[in-house]
């Protein structure tokens, strides 16, 4: 067995051999995963509108009985998508109001505020849920601007 010096450290070569093959098994994982998420070929897209990855925090305030002034509560969720139509995001709690708030962060962390008819909500596996909703009109962001 031969000796081979990795980060000051000895180890068999065997050990060595043993971790390229379990890099590459990693390395193939991954890369199942991440095609997975962009799959190749044709996309067949439902929605009249394009959608885009937004992994962004984003606050959602609850509206008062008019529907468009700012209410009391407001919780942080977990975007998903973005389209010029409306939001997906995630979030840990069930929702209790169907008009909300939304007020995303743009470029230079000012917020721009949409009402938001939420208009689906599922749970998922991972014990949070999924929701989303279109824009109904642009409105002052309660988080300021």
């Given at each position: 067995?031969?000796?081979?010096?990795?980060?000051?450290r000895?180890?068999?070569?065997?050990?060595?051999?043993?971790?390229?093959?379990?890099?590459?098994?990693?390395?193939?994982?991954?890369?199942?995963?991440?095609?997975?998420?962009?799959?190749?070929?044709?996309?067949?897209?439902?929605?009249?509108?394009?959608?885009?990855?937004?992994?962004?925090?984003?606050?959602?305030?609850?509206?008062?009985?008019?529907?468009?002034?700012?209410?009391?509560?407001?919780?942080?969720?977990?975007?998903k998508?973005?389209?010029?139509?409306?939001?997906?995001?995630?979030?840990?709690?069930?929702?209790?109001?169907?008009?909300?708030?939304?007020?995303?962060?743009?470029?230079?962390?000012?917020?721009?505020?949409?009402?938001?008819?939420?208009t689906?909500?599922?749970?998922?596996?991972?014990?949070?849920?999924?929701?989303?909703?279109?824009?109904?009109?642009?409105?002052?962001?309660?988080?300021?601007?």
């Amino acid at each position: 067995m031969f000796m081979t010096e990795t980060r000051g450290r000895l180890a068999a070569t065997s050990d060595l051999a043993l971790r390229s093959t379990s890099s590459e098994g990693i390395r193939r994982q991954v890369w199942s995963l991440l095609a997975g998420l962009c799959p190749q070929g044709p996309l067949i897209e439902r929605r009249a509108a394009q959608r885009f990855a937004y992994p962004q925090l984003l606050y959602l305030t609850t509206t008062l009985a008019d529907g468009c002034s700012p209410g009391s509560q407001t919780l942080v969720v977990v975007g998903k998508t973005l389209s010029e139509g409306g939001l997906g995001f995630f979030h840990r709690e069930p929702l209790a109001e169907r008009l909300v708030i939304a007020s995303l962060p743009n470029y230079e962390y000012r917020y721009v505020g949409f009402l938001l008819d939420i208009t689906w909500c599922r749970f998922t596996t991972l014990g949070w849920y999924e929701s989303g909703g279109r824009f109904l009109e642009v409105v002052p962001s309660p988080m300021g601007s």
